[in-house]
């Protein structure tokens, strides 16, 4: 049986900054954030299932964000131009709307890093659906971003591609959002055989 973790200790072992950003943001931990949280950091494959409004979507990123942050600040460059998230959604639409929602969120523990007298850290994000425009696409492949947050269809095209696998090879970690919506059909299917990939 797996025991609660108390929310107060949810955020041991976060960076400052982030841990710092989150206090200021929020009021408390949510449950799936003070479950999920240790899994994650220990680089399990977790599986968050909660009511909407329990920022589940936070509990995916921010323990990846802490990741990139610890390893971009014991690097004197920085974190490299490599992709080592990548987010996949079914819904095209939610897409655009996680990039705005991680830019909060980095802009945040970027400030906090600053008045921690810390260095300034680029985390870059990027969106790569089938309406991305061709000159954002070029980008991408000059420059991989450290976050790239994509669709099943548009995940399977990277995967089809030299510059694509290239840029997908460096991949750490992979959240895979409003999974229910499409586990059981074709596209479901098509998902978890790029997954396996």
Do not use: C
Request: charged content about 20%.
């Amino acid at each position: 049986m797996n025991l609660p973790i108390p929310a107060d200790s949810a955020l041991n072992g976060f960076h400052p900054a982030v841990s710092a950003w989150f206090s200021k943001t929020f009021a408390t931990v949510t449950a799936a954030q003070a479950r999920a949280w240790p899994l994650i950091r220990q680089r399990r494959s977790t599986l968050i299932a909660a009511p909407t409004g329990s920022g589940k979507t936070l509990t995916a990123f921010l323990a990846v964000i802490d990741e990139l942050v610890h390893r971009g600040l014991e690097q004197p460059e920085g974190l490299p131009d490599e992709t080592l998230v990548v987010y996949v959604s079914p819904l095209k639409a939610l897409s655009n709307d996680i990039r705005i929602n991680l830019q909060d969120p980095l802009a945040g523990i970027t400030e906090q890093l600053r008045l921690l007298g810390l260095p300034e850290l680029q985390i870059t994000t990027a969106v790569r659906t089938g309406d991305t425009p061709q000159k954002e696409r070029s980008a991408m492949r000059k420059t991989a971003p450290h976050i790239l947050v994509t669709t099943p269809e548009s995940l399977y095209v990277l995967l089809g591609s030299d510059s694509g696998r290239q840029m997908l090879g460096t991949t750490r970690t992979v959240i895979v959002d409003e999974i229910h919506a499409i586990a059981a059909s074709k596209r479901g299917s098509h998902l978890a055989l790029s997954l396996e990939r």
